[in-house]
Structure formats: C-alpha cells, structure tokens
C-alpha cells in the first residue's frame, strides 16, 4: 500500500511539472505580452486579444486573462470580459496583487452589461392616450370700447442712459453665474476621479521563474 502510495505521488509530481512552462514558452510568452500591450496602446484591441491569449496559452499566467477582459472591455464586449475576469479570479492565487482590482474591475463590467441591457430594451410602454374631453364653450366678454388715440396719455420716455445701465448690469450677472457654474463644474470633476471613467489599465505579468 505504501508502494503504491509512493508510485501515485511520484507520477502527481512529474505531471505537474510537465505541466510548467519551459524557459523558452516562457520567453516566447512575455514577447506576446510586450506585443499585446503595444497594440492596446495603440487601440487595435482584436490583435491585442491575440498576443495576449499566444501568451496566456505558453504560460498560463492569469494575469493574461485579465488584460484579454481589458481588450473585451474597450470592444464593448462585456459579457466576454466579464468570463475572463471570472477566469483570472478563479486561476490566481489567493493573495494575488491584482486581486482587489480584478474585484472592482468585475463589479463595473457587471453595471456595464446591466446599462446596456436595459438600453437595448428600450423605456417601458407608457398608458394608452387618452381623447381629451370636449372644451366647453368660451362665453366671451363684452366688448371694451377701444380707445383712441386722443383719448390715449402720451408714452413715458425712459431716458437712453437708464435702458444702457440696466443692460450692463444684466450682462455682468450672466458672467457671474457662468463663472460660479464652471468653478463648481471643475470641482466636481477633480474631487470624484474615476467615478464615471471605466478602468482601462493593463495588468502587469511576471515572469519571474
């Protein structure tokens, strides 16, 4: 028994290192991934998806999963981000550095996917429009003798430099309010970074052996 015991634990531990990338896979592999990152720079995201599975298949390092979720992401295929970021989550190890961001990158796929469904189902039907009622009939007033022109006062006249003064008084309160509008504006967007901008940064493999 204890033989055999022996035998089983010896063809475990030769499989498992078989299944360990060679030094040249992994020379190959961090080639794919300069590769991948390059072309995500520079927006081409179907041939980074290539480099960086070329990559994930010679290594089999998770964190190739999680730039492929990236790649996904930018293409606006959520769904397939989002397997891929499940897949990094279930590969790497427990105290993986990426680990936390992977998390939150998940969630905000995860709103992503909802958005967009919700977008495609279109706004809900609204109650049937109903036939407005009848009006009823205007009685309308009698008519008020009109004056003449004789019988008229004379129109006031407002003095020129008065109609001036009120004009350069109403622009100067314009400005003021657009001034305060895009001071408060500029405060918002610095003080809350990242709460409407996606995640887009890469995650970085190591190739450590």
Do not use: K, W
Not at 61 to 73: E, G, K, S, T
Not at 97 to 126: C, D, V, Y
Not at 153 to 165: G, I, L, N, V, Y
Request: hydrophobic share 40%; charged share 20%; glycine share 8%.
């Amino acid at each position: 028994m204890g033989r055999l015991f022996a035998v089983v634990t010896l063809l475990l531990s030769l499989g498992a290192r078989a299944a360990e990338p060679s030094a040249v896979d992994v020379q190959r592999a961090r080639a794919h991934y300069e590769a991948g990152s390059g072309l995500y720079q520079l927006g081409r995201y179907d041939e980074a998806i290539r480099e960086f599975s070329a990559g994930y298949a010679l290594s089999h390092r998770p964190q190739f999963a999680l730039n492929i979720a990236q790649c996904y992401r930018m293409l606006g295929r959520y769904e397939d981000a989002r397997d891929m970021i499940r897949r990094f989550l279930d590969e790497a190890p427990r105290d993986a550095p990426e680990r936390p961001n992977a998390t939150a990158l998940l969630a905000e796929t995860e709103q992503q996917i909802r958005q967009h469904s919700a977008a495609a189902a279109g706004p809900a039907p609204g109650p049937a429009a109903q036939t407005p009622a009848p009006a009823a009939a205007t009685v309308m007033p009698p008519a008020t003798p009109v004056a003449t022109a004789r019988d008229a006062p004379p129109p006031a006249r407002t003095p020129e430099r008065r109609s001036h003064r009120g004009a350069f008084i109403a622009l100067g309160v314009i400005g003021g309010v657009l001034v305060v509008g895009g001071a408060v504006t500029l405060a918002v967007l610095l003080s809350s970074p990242g709460e409407s901008t996606p995640t887009t940064a890469l995650g970085t493999v190591r190739f450590g052996r």
